[in-house]
């Protein structure tokens, strides 16, 4: 079949969006209609080369839908299903998901490639050339055909273009949160970066009963949208965040700090270390160029005062688990979605999304099918 896609042909180039050729799914694959789909700032990193995963690609991995049709030996869908993706794959079965971290599937290792994982080869293609996938997934395309074990069935409650927001940004703040930094009632919890992410962490961090959220973000739009959403303080810089966190804990500073930032830092990891006290956790979530090999830091604080830092994935989350429980957050009142949503765009406006990322005029754009 034809549909329509955007497509990052070369690094630091503009989205293209055009014409390609799906063929239909294969052993354990589903077609998919696409309702929504998340502009998140993964995506970027893949076009700038923080990423480096080959090109040609469709972009996209935050996203919900309808499926179509089912291939072979599919269960558990079924055409007319909705279903939100999770952007990690989701097996059930390795030693990973045995241990309950599903989030590390081992199926992740294919991440990278774009390529299905039943036989790693492409579904998708244009200009004579077969395209790669965000995450596997290519969520920025009016249809896809993705694997089953990507794929969350859900109630029809909630529009997709709302509901895609859980296939990463809200699961992957607030699970950082919650999960990795195992805040805790009473807790201080500091998060560096207020965009698709950051602003989940927060949310998490409210959720989680903290008694001091400090929000840390450049830009004044975002640290008002943080207080809008349950942060009790917004600065502008580590210097001021530092400063106020040593005031309201009379120098114990925070026990949870957060690094959400579009693209991490070394030094950053450093500057949060010293944001948190004794036995604090620095959780870095954000993705960081895959050429960064030095971090600054005090070694001597993780021994003399115990603190750590700790790698987060989609949150240390569980999808099957998470994205259901989340859902019934929402409906209960105490997780915001509809909020998060700060710009909806068609598809041939991807590009301005993109562009209203950079500039810091949006949390979470939405593409709206």
Request: overall charge negative; proline content about 3%; glycine content about 14%.
């Amino acid at each position: 079949m034809k549909t329509r896609a955007a497509v990052v042909w070369n690094r630091q180039k503009e989205w293209s969006v055009e014409e390609i050729e799906l063929d239909p799914p294969r052993d354990g694959e589903v077609l998919v209609r696409l309702g929504g789909s998340g502009l998140c700032h993964s995506d970027e990193h893949v076009v700038t080369g923080d990423l480096p995963w080959p090109l040609p690609m469709i972009g996209g991995h935050e996203g919900a839908g309808t499926v179509e049709e089912v291939g072979p030996g599919v269960v558990g869908l079924a055409p007319g299903d909705r279903v939100i993706f999770s952007f990690l794959p989701v097996c059930g079965r390795c030693s990973a998901c045995a241990r309950g971290m599903s989030n590390l599937c081992e199926l992740g290792m294919y991440l990278g490639e774009g390529t299905q994982i039943s036989d790693h080869t492409a579904r998708h293609h244009a200009r004579g050339q077969d395209l790669g996938l965000m995450c596997l997934l290519g969520t920025f395309a009016e249809h896809t055909v993705v694997s089953q074990a990507n794929c969350i069935k859900i109630e029809d409650d909630l529009s997709l273009d709302v509901a895609c927001l859980l296939g990463c940004g809200v699961i992957t703040g607030y699970g950082a949160v919650v999960y990795t930094g195992e805040a805790r009632a009473g807790d201080i919890v500091a998060v560096v970066g207020v965009g698709g992410i950051g602003i989940n962490a927060v949310q998490g961090a409210v959720a989680a009963g903290a008694e001091h959220v400090v929000a840390v973000d450049p830009v004044a739009f975002k640290r008002e949208k943080a207080l809008e959403f349950g942060a009790t303080h917004a600065v502008e810089t580590n210097e001021e965040a530092t400063a106020l966190l040593a005031e309201l804990t009379r120098g114990r500073m925070a026990q949870v700090c957060v690094n959400t930032m579009g693209v991490g830092s070394g030094d950053q990891i450093g500057a949060s270390l010293g944001m948190v006290g004794k036995r604090g956790r620095v959780v870095v979530t954000n993705l960081h160029q895959a050429t960064e090999t030095q971090v600054s830091m005090s070694a001597l604080d993780l021994t003399l005062f115990e603190k750590q830092v700790r790698g987060s994935l989609f949150g240390s989350s569980n999808p099957r688990a998470d994205i259901p429980r989340m859902l019934e957050l929402h409906r209960t009142g105490k997780l915001e979605l509809e909020k998060l949503r700060t710009h909806t765009y068609g598809l041939d406006e991807v590009n301005t999304g993109y562009d209203d990322m950079r500039n810091g005029r949006s949390l979470r754009g939405v593409i709206s099918f």
